[in-house]
């Protein structure tokens, strides 16, 4: 009888296990041994030896150490920039009764869309070309600024347009959880503080940041980890060959080692992923210590 | 502090359909000696919780004014009311200790009223002591008992000695041994500090229990206010005497005809009121079995409880909700003569109603 | 009547300005969420002389023509990446829910050895990213000759550990009783599945779903690694390919018109589900 349990058990599992065996554990080990096969031929799959080669490669490879810089800086501006532009809006919304519905469902659309295409939305509004100087320049001009090409322009112009759009493709998912973590705060609570002659401001720093940690936290989090893998929106922005742009990601660059022009090289597009799940799990680890002071669990 | 309500109302425009107007409290008049615990009765629905926030300022009243003393708090916002106030859920805040949460309403305080740290901390202490959880004062709310959790909030509403003090549903949250004990505590507390306090329930025996004084309230209008006992005697009409007491008064219909007051076709009482037709509230207690009694029932059965005895029997002109419910003294003789069973009834324990608007004849 | 209606302006009126200031915020984000999603459909039916001709864009048009669209149509092979991508989003959902099903309720309702080891596994498998073991995958399904097919495009996106989790948890909520009730009354475990966990579970099952299907419908980063023939583009590499080379690059009512093709179908789908929609969201997706 048990035999027959532990035989169909694995029987239901079988499909499950497969998969994941095939596309998710032997890719993880693969992973590790891929980054440490020095010259891999993707052609003949062979290699000359094994060490860290292709790791001190893409550490001195220009164009990893600037995909490196714009990744941090993507995510530095963005990530608190968007979870405190998330938390004026939910608690502006919370603060409404009439037309929350209606403002909730607008402020989600952008999460169901397609990142391509709405980035190509975005590209034009602000493009500059040899027709229009481009409705965002037209606003600009309108209040005395000249100018600027956005997408093939300054550096700094491109890293405009490429945090503006991440704020606005991420920040559905951050309105979501923050309204309904605020909705879920006990209105007794803010009750017994105005009873209690509390000011607004200590109100919200005294009794709603702290209710609303957690999913503050767990925001921040994710925030992080999906800012650092940054890919498809940048490439929406910026065309395909972000090399060339100036503009490239980390995880653009694994991919374009893997593939395409540049591409050929798994061992290198191996390393680098491997460098950035280091990056992400020591910030992840860093937020979780911090949080451990900070965050307020029920 | 003496509590005036003047012609207090509050009314809604309901949120199902915008042109009905819900009135949840009705022309209320009444004043609270200073110093009184008094409990606000009602069942659910019944306004309490809206009277408690009008006083307390949470809510706007549309019309009518209320004072403290002889001030008129009617426009104040609740922070200048000097009230404290104890939820029914608490209201604890959850990430921070016990010291804290009672500390939190004396951080509020600016200007020429800011405490010093060594006030506050002995404020504190002392709200804690009353209550009795200055054993606990590190926990975090999560680690205590319901109990605890609710002297907690009595405490942070008491800290910064306010002259009202309003508890919503004090004991609702509690299992029947703590009610018990939370019930004399607050009895307790209030003695020792003199705060005047107003707790609303909908469970009368726990108000009966503890109040100096009880208002009864039913659908936005206050029905009674008075000592417990004196409400219970006396109950001023067919709600108030059906609302208090367990088991509950048994209700018959009945008419005064010259004088007599009659059930079907047995004369109970005499009494001087007019002729009319009437309903009759008979408390458990007021029975007494005899077997030239006047008054006839169909014998049921016998129950015993304890220490009480209780009768349960029919009769046809009964319109309570159950059977006729009869507490008898256990040595009392019980004569069951064919299934019909004889009491005379306590003249102080029978209230005659009108029929006609439920009022005490 | 009156003077309720008024006392509830006059405590309304203390706030205004703060009220307006509120409605200023919320009404500026919802302009600019909005304006992108204007800004293309109106573009998409101004025609292309026109376009070109309006050195300040205008902000409505008087004369919407359909030219764009047809030539969307025609011009690239829009209706194709539209095919394969509601192949590909159909397939990969459906393998995916009878995967996810069957694993949630080995997990959650027979008892095998080494069950919670797997599931341990399993959960710890939820914290890779994808980026990770997509190095390997690629060169898996090139090897095995399976690039530039449906089956290269599906296979690696079939699973999701993250949903066996969601739905194991939700099929665990269901008392044991009902399941010894079945068991008294004869009925297999896979009838049981069948007839009493998918039923009881469907708010969850419609949910995951709704989830996978956006984000088949979106997914770009695996088709464009494992797909270089045209014949085989899902609709966010048609639109990277009209971008770079398509309609001569200078049309963009055309692209735009393309756009708003591509993006209508999940927008038509956010609309009629959208609490769905965001009550599953909330209880744990996360985008990309």
Not at chain 1, 12 to 21: K, T
Not at chain 2, 196 to 211: G, K, L, R, Y
Not at chain 3, 137 to 151: D, E, P, Q, Y
Request: net charge neutral; proline share 4%; with cysteine.
């Amino acid at each position: 009888m048990y035999n027959r349990n532990n035989l169909k058990g694995w029987l239901y599992l079988l499909p499950a296990l497969a998969f994941v065996v095939v596309f998710m554990v032997y890719p993880l080990i693969d992973v590790f041994i891929y980054s440490f096969e020095e010259s891999y031929n993707f052609a003949s799959q062979t290699y000359t030896g094994i060490g860290l080669y292709n790791y001190s490669y893409i550490l001195h490879d220009p164009y990893f150490l600037q995909a490196v810089k714009n990744t941090f800086i993507l995510v530095i501006i963005t990530v608190p920039l968007s979870t405190g532009i998330a938390l004026l809006i939910s608690l502006a919304l919370n603060s409404i009764k009439k037309l929350k519905d209606l403002f909730q469902t607008v402020f989600f659309l952008p999460y169901v869309t397609n990142t391509l295409a709405v980035g190509l939305v975005f590209m034009i509004l602000f493009k500059k070309t040899a027709y229009s100087e481009g409705l965002i320049n037209l606003l600009l001009n309108s209040i005395g600024i000249s100018s600027i090409d956005f997408i093939e322009g300054p550096y700094w112009a491109k890293m405009f347009v490429l945090c503006f759009y991440t704020v606005w493709v991420v920040l559905p998912f951050k309105i979501l959880i923050l309204t309904s973590a605020l909705a879920s705060v006990n209105k007794d609570y803010y009750n017994v503080a105005r009873i209690d002659g509390t000011s607004k401001l200590r109100i919200f720093t005294r009794i709603t940041l702290p209710m609303i940690s957690p999913s503050l936290f767990y925001l921040i989090i994710t925030g992080f980890i999906g800012a650092f893998k940054a890919y498809s929106d940048v490439v929406a922005l910026f065309g395909t060959d972000l090399n060339a742009a100036g503009m490239n990601t980390i995880v653009g660059y694994v991919y374009d080692m893997l593939y395409g022009n540049s591409g050929g090289y798994p061992s290198f597009a191996s390393a680098a992923a491997l460098v950035l799940f280091a990056i992400v799990l020591t910030i992840t680890v860093i937020n979780l210590l911090v949080s451990r002071k900070n965050v307020h669990y029920q | 502090m003496k509590i005036v309500l003047e012609h207090l109302t509050k009314q809604f425009i309901s949120r199902h359909n915008s042109s009905e107007i819900v009135t949840a409290v009705d022309d209320f008049n009444f004043e609270i000696p200073d110093g009184k615990l008094v409990g606000l009765l009602g069942p659910s629905g019944c306004g309490k919780s809206t009277t408690l926030n009008l006083i307390c300022g949470l809510e706007v009243p549309t019309e009518g004014k209320i004072y403290f003393g002889d001030l008129d708090v009617t426009d104040l916002p609740p922070e200048n009311r000097g009230v404290g106030m104890v939820f029914q859920n608490y209201a604890l805040y959850p990430h921070l200790t016990v010291r804290q949460n009672i500390m939190f309403p004396l951080e509020n305080l600016k200007g020429e009223q800011k405490l010093s740290k060594e006030v506050m901390n002995e404020k504190v202490l002392e709200a804690a002591r009353l209550v009795q959880i200055d054993t606990l004062m590190e926990r975090k709310p999560s680690e205590l008992s319901g109990g605890q959790q609710q002297r907690v909030a009595i405490a942070r509403a008491l800290v910064k000695t306010p002259g009202v003090l309003l508890l919503d549903e004090p004991l609702s949250n509690l299992d029947a041994r703590l009610r018990l004990q939370t019930r004399e505590q607050i009895r307790r507390i209030q003695k020792e500090t003199g705060i005047t306090t107003i707790f609303v329930t909908h469970d009368q025996e726990e108000a009966m229990s503890i109040s100096d004084l009880i208002i009864v309230m039913k659908e936005g209008m206050m029905q009674q206010m008075g000592k417990p006992q004196e409400v219970y005697n006396h109950p001023a009409n067919l709600f108030v005497a059906k609302f208090l007491g367990t088991p509950a008064i048994n209700v018959f219909e009945g008419k005064i005809l010259n004088h007599k007051v009659y059930i079907g076709e047995d004369m109970i009482l005499d009494t001087d009121a007019e002729d009319q037709e009437i309903y009759i509230g008979i408390r458990p207690e007021g029975f007494i079995p005899d077997k030239n009694g006047s008054f006839r029932c169909r014998f049921d059965r016998i129950e015993t409880t304890g220490r009480d005895t209780s009768i349960v029997c029919h009769n046809d002109s009964c319109i309570s909700d159950s059977d006729i419910r009869v507490i008898v003294d256990s040595d009392d003789e019980i004569n069951n003569d064919n299934g019909i069973i004889r009491f005379n009834l306590k003249a102080n324990k029978t209230h005659l109603f009108s029929k006609k608007d439920e009022k005490v004849i | 009547m009156d003077k309720i209606k008024e006392l509830e302006r006059k405590s309304r009126a203390r706030n205004t300005a703060w009220t307006v200031a509120v409605f200023a915020l919320l009404v500026l984000w919802a302009v600019i969420v909005l304006f992108p999603f204007y800004w293309m459909l109106l573009t998409s039916v101004k025609s292309y002389a026109s376009y070109n001709a309006e050195y300040v864009p205008k902000f409505f048009t008087l004369s919407p023509t359909i030219e764009n669209y047809v030539q969307a149509f025609t011009a690239v092979p829009l209706a194709k990446y539209f095919v394969n991508t509601i192949i590909f989003t159909i397939v990969t959902t459906g393998l995916m829910l009878i995967i996810v099903v069957l694993s949630a309720f080995a997990f959650s309702r027979l008892e095998f050895k080494g069950k919670n080891l797997v599931f341990t596994l399993f959960l710890s498998l939820m914290m890779i990213p994808n980026e990770l073991v997509i190095i390997t995958n690629f060169v898996t399904i090139t090897n095995a000759g399976l690039r530039n097919s449906f089956a290269g495009l599906i296979l690696p996106s079939v699973t999701s550990v993250f949903y066996i989790y969601l739905l194991k948890e939700n099929f665990e909520q269901i008392p044991d009783e009902l399941y010894k009730a079945a068991k008294v009354d004869g009925t297999s475990d896979f009838k049981y599945l069948w007839k009493v966990m998918i039923p009881i579970c469907r708010p969850t099952i419609v949910t995951v779903v709704i989830l996978k299907v956006i984000e088949c419908w979106n997914s770009y980063v695996w088709p464009r690694l494992i797909t270089d023939d045209e014949n085989y583009f899902l609709v966010s590499n048609g639109i990277q390919t009209i971008r770079e080379s398509g309609f001569g690059r200078e049309n963009i009512p055309a692209m735009m018109a393309a756009v708003v093709v591509i993006s209508v179908p999940l927008i038509i789908l956010f609309l009629i589900f959208h609490k769905k929609i965001m009550e599953g969201v909330s209880r744990g997706g996360t985008k990309g």
